[in-house]
């Protein structure tokens, strides 16, 4: 059965920086888009960052941009978002999610179960 696991999630201080990992089983990484998505306490749900699996274009919510990095290993069929500089508006639940081919936000297939992110000091 495809599963994502997420990890890397905990406690950091503001300006803190931390990587989260999505490691993938039962499907090949490398033929889907991998999106982040992240939700705080009392938020929706929003997209954060995602990777294109034809041409590794990426994309990025405005308030992370050049803070947050996605990237991937598929080789090891692992994706990853880097942040740095973390906020504590950037406290959420983080979702790792992939989708074939290309970047969809709003019909991603497969979804992993969260990592909490928690910033403060």
């Known amino acids: 059965q495809v599963q994502l696991a997420e990890s890397g999630g905990g406690l950091v201080q503001p300006g803190g920086s931390l990587r989260l990992s999505c490691a993938a089983s039962?499907?090949?990484?490398?033929?889907?888009?991998i999106g982040w998505f992240r939700q705080a306490p009392g938020k929706e749900r929003e997209g954060v960052a995602c990777i294109n699996s034809s041409d590794g274009s990426t994309y990025y919510a405005d308030s992370v941009k050049g803070r947050f990095t996605i990237s991937r290993d598929n080789a090891k069929n692992t994706a990853y978002l880097h942040m740095n500089t973390l906020k504590p508006e950037d406290t959420a639940v983080y979702y790792c999610?992939?989708?074939?081919?290309?970047?969809?936000?709003?019909?991603?297939?497969?979804w992993g179960k969260g990592t909490l992110v928690t910033v403060s000091s």
């Open positions: 999610a992939a989708n074939y081919a290309i970047c969809d936000y709003g019909g991603m297939d497969y």
């Open positions: 039962d499907i090949t990484l490398g033929f889907y888009a």
